[in-house]
Every structure is written in structure tokens, then in C-alpha cells.
């Protein structure tokens, strides 16, 4: 099948794009043909740094900014010059030309996150009260404008619009059960829905896990934002003497540092880091990985990066984490915003190295059951094959 993949932007530092590009880098040599559609254009460094030679990226052929027939034309001029079969949505559609395309292709979207069903794309209220959004996609968002402000006022004017193209879609794939109910809340029928979990986006296999000296106590990657729970881990551990390295960018960057800087005789941060050896060495060296996220995380990528480097993890039960993380077993399930239970179990591994290991161990065994890119990308096929059949009926 050909198959074009659709995303809004090119953006190296996005768990989408990184899933796309090695969706398409790692695929095996078989009669499927991946195409990567954006809405931007790749910047020259990007191209480099993507090394694009068996990827068919296109992004001068799709301007989302014309009027909307000419933005269809485009489309469909592109659907049939490249015989696709199929389109996957990574991220939300085009609304304005997205009813007239879906009667022209059969079209699925990829749910990594909460673009068409949360307008705040959280599912979390922060203020006055903290916790997740259990409600689905409508009239009560409004009142939760007024009395929670999870959302700008002009977004109210889009849940219309997002519940009416969630109606077109032919199927969903979903990276955990999580997601596939929150989808149910919204009155899509669970026939329409699969779960296919993620694989991890960093393949090992390049760069042996040998034996190296762990000086890194404690680990988080991933981005420097509120939700992500980082800078209240900083502040809540008791013990500062610990060795912490911070991995990723973001708004609340300078604010991190300022904590460590002041609190931490042993704590260092650093950018976003794109080689994928580098990021592997810091894996080496780190004693167990944290996951501090308070927001409902759809599914939780790190997680798997830290299994396959044998490194047991630390995380709240929100959202698809509990897919891939099992308490007692390759790491600690924490209750939501426990922050006792979650730095208890921090030091705990930290203080038994046998009990390290073990879970390490354990986290590598069952990503190797569960997780694998060879099971994705061929339940990923199986699905796009069902989709299509149902699409052309």
C-alpha cells in the first residue's frame, strides 16, 4: 500500500515526527510505500540532521494557507500523482478541506495526543482545582472555560468543528487503552478504534548496552513544561545531595536551572539532545528514570527508551503509562500527585541495587514481549489494510 502520513509541521523535538521518521527509516523492504506529508517546510539543518535519503518527505507540494478549493485541488492532485491509498492523520486535518477529502480517500487518524479532543490539549485542569479531565468533548467544556479556565475564550467556538470531523474519520489507532476510552466518551463506537502500542524511536541495537558506571542518580527526559512535572519533583525531593541530570527544553528551562543551581550540589541540566548515541550514553549512566508527568500522558514514549536500556522507572498512574508500566515489577506505579510515595520509591531503588537490576531486567524482557518496532509496524500494516477495506466499501 502507499500511504501517506500527514503532519502539521516538521519539528525535530516532537515525539510525532520522531515516531514518523523512524516509522519510515526502520521499515522493512516490503511492497508498502511510506510518504510524509507537512504543512511547513524542513529547514536546511533539519534535512541534514533527518538524512532523507529513504524517506519521501513532502512539503512544497501542500500549502495550507490557500483558499479552500485550491487547498483541496491540492490534495487530490498529490493523492493522484502519488497513488496513495490511504491518508493517517498524526496530527489535526486541515478542517477547512478535511469533509471534502475524506469522501475522497478513506482517512484514520494516529491519536498521539489530545489535538481533536481536548482544546486546551491537556486534559487537566490546573487552577483552582488540579486534577484530570475525565469529561468528554462538549457543552461542559464551556463551563469549564468559566469556572476552571482550561482553555482560551475563542477555542469555544471550535468544539463544534473538532466533534464534527472526529465523525469523519473511517477508524482510529490508539496507543492505550486509556485512549481508546477517552475516545469512547466521545461517541466514537470502539469498532472503529485499535490499539496499537508504541515502540521505542531510539533502536539499541546500534550501540550495545555494555557495562558502564552509573553517576547519574537520577534521570528525566522530556520537555520543561508545567504538566510534565519536573520542577515540582526539584522542589519536592528532599534529599539534595542526589546527582540529577535534566534532558529537554522548554518554557520553564530557566526556572529548572535556578532550582538546581541553588538547591543541588550534584544536579546539571542540558538542551535537547538529537544524537541518538548521546542520549544512549546518558541512559548508561543513570540509575533509574523519572516520569513525573501530572497530566493524563497518552501513552509515554521515555518509558520505553528506559526499558530497553534496562532502567527501571518511577511514574504516576495517569493516562497509558500504566500500559507499559507495571508496579513491582520494571519500576513504580505511583497514585496521582502522591509526591510522599513517589520520592519514597525514588530513594528506595537508589538504596538497593539488587532490587535495581532486577526491575531493570524485568522492563527489558517485556519490552522485548510487547514493544518491539517489528509488532508495531505489522499491526500498524494489518490495521491500514482493514481500514482501507472499510473505507472503500
Known amino acids: 500500500m502507499r500511504i501517506m502520513n500527514y503532519i502539521n509541521r516538521v519539528f525535530l523535538q516532537g515525539g510525532v515526527f520522531d515516531y514518523l521518521y523512524n516509522l519510515?527509516?526502520?521499515?522493512?523492504?516490503?511492497?508498502?510505500?511510506?510518504?510524509?506529508?507537512?504543512?511547513?517546510?524542513?529547514?536546511?539543518?533539519?534535512?541534514?540532521?533527518?538524512?532523507?535519503?529513504?524517506?519521501?518527505?513532502?512539503?512544497?507540494?501542500?500549502?495550507?494557507?490557500?483558499?479552500?478549493?485550491?487547498?483541496?485541488?491540492?490534495?487530490?492532485?498529490?493523492?493522484?500523482?502519488?497513488?496513495?491509498?490511504?491518508?493517517?492523520?498524526?496530527?489535526?486535518?486541515?478542517?477547512?478541506?478535511?469533509?471534502?477529502?475524506?469522501?475522497?480517500?478513506?482517512?484514520?487518524?494516529?491519536?498521539?495526543?489530545?489535538?481533536?479532543?481536548?482544546?486546551?490539549?491537556?486534559?487537566?485542569?490546573?487552577?483552582?482545582?488540579?486534577?484530570?479531565?475525565?469529561?468528554?468533548?462538549?457543552?461542559?467544556?464551556?463551563?469549564?472555560?468559566?469556572?476552571?479556565?482550561?482553555?482560551?475564550?475563542?477555542?469555544?467556538?471550535?468544539?463544534?468543528?473538532?466533534?464534527?470531523?472526529?465523525?469523519?474519520?473511517?477508524?482510529?489507532?490508539?496507543?492505550?487503552?486509556?485512549?481508546?476510552?477517552?475516545?469512547?466518551?466521545?461517541?466514537?463506537?470502539?469498532?472503529?478504534?485499535?490499539?496499537?502500542?508504541?515502540?521505542?524511536?531510539?533502536?539499541?541495537?546500534?550501540?550495545?548496552?555494555?557495562?558502564?558506571?552509573?553517576?547519574?542518580?537520577?534521570?528525566?527526559?522530556?520537555?520543561?513544561?508545567?504538566?510534565?512535572?519536573?520542577?515540582?519533583?526539584?522542589?519536592?525531593i528532599p534529599d539534595k545531595e542526589l546527582t540529577v541530570k535534566i534532558c529537554g527544553s522548554g518554557y520553564l528551562k530557566e526556572q529548572i536551572e535556578t532550582v538546581i543551581s541553588k538547591s543541588f550540589k550534584n544536579g546539571s541540566s542540558a538542551d535537547w539532545i538529537y544524537r541518538k548515541n548521546d542520549i544512549i550514553n546518558i541512559y548508561k549512566k543513570s540509575k533509574i528514570i523519572i516520569f513525573p508527568s501530572i497530566y493524563p500522558e497518552p501513552f509515554g514514549l521515555v518509558g520505553l527508551e528506559a526499558m530497553l536500556m534496562k532502567k527501571p522507572i518511577v511514574a504516576f498512574n495517569v493516562g497509558g503509562i500504566g500500559e507499559w508500566l507495571k508496579d513491582g515489577v520494571n519500576g513504580f506505579l505511583i497514585k496521582e500527585n502522591d509526591w510522599t510515595d513517589f520520592n519514597r520509591k525514588v530513594i528506595q531503588l537508589l538504596n538497593n541495587n539488587d532490587l535495581r537490576r532486577k526491575m531493570g531486567q524485568n522492563a527489558f524482557e517485556l519490552y522485548n514481549e510487547r514493544f518491539t518496532f517489528e509488532r508495531h509496524y505489522s499491526q500498524l500494516i494489518e490495521d491500514v489494510k482493514y481500514y482501507y477495506s472499510v473505507g472503500v466499501e
Open 24 to 236: 519510515a527509516r526502520l521499515k522493512p523492504d516490503d511492497e508498502n510505500t511510506i510518504f510524509i506529508v507537512s504543512e511547513t517546510k524542513a529547514s536546511v539543518k533539519e534535512r541534514e540532521l533527518l538524512n532523507l535519503n529513504n524517506i519521501h518527505l513532502f512539503d512544497d507540494e501542500i500549502h495550507p494557507e490557500k483558499p479552500e478549493q485550491e487547498l483541496f485541488n491540492e490534495f487530490s492532485n498529490f493523492i493522484h500523482k502519488h497513488s496513495i491509498d490511504l491518508i493517517i492523520f498524526h496530527q489535526y486535518p486541515p478542517f477547512k478541506v478535511f469533509p471534502k477529502l475524506s469522501e475522497l480517500i478513506p482517512s484514520i487518524y494516529f491519536v498521539h495526543n489530545y489535538s481533536l479532543l481536548c482544546k486546551s490539549k491537556l486534559k487537566y485542569f490546573s487552577y483552582p482545582v488540579k486534577g484530570v479531565c475525565n469529561r468528554s468533548l462538549g457543552s461542559l467544556c464551556n463551563l469549564n472555560y468559566y469556572l476552571l479556565r482550561c482553555m482560551g475564550r475563542s477555542s469555544l467556538k471550535d468544539i463544534k468543528e473538532m466533534k464534527k470531523i472526529l465523525g469523519l474519520f473511517n477508524g482510529f489507532i490508539v496507543t492505550s487503552k486509556f485512549m481508546k476510552e477517552l475516545l469512547e466518551k466521545n461517541e466514537i463506537s470502539g469498532n472503529k478504534i485499535r490499539i496499537n502500542n508504541l515502540f521505542s524511536t531510539i533502536q539499541f541495537e546500534k550501540y550495545p548496552i555494555s557495562e558502564t558506571e552509573e553517576n547519574i542518580d537520577i534521570l528525566f527526559m522530556g520537555r520543561l513544561t508545567k504538566e510534565k512535572g519536573i520542577l515540582d519533583f526539584l522542589k519536592k
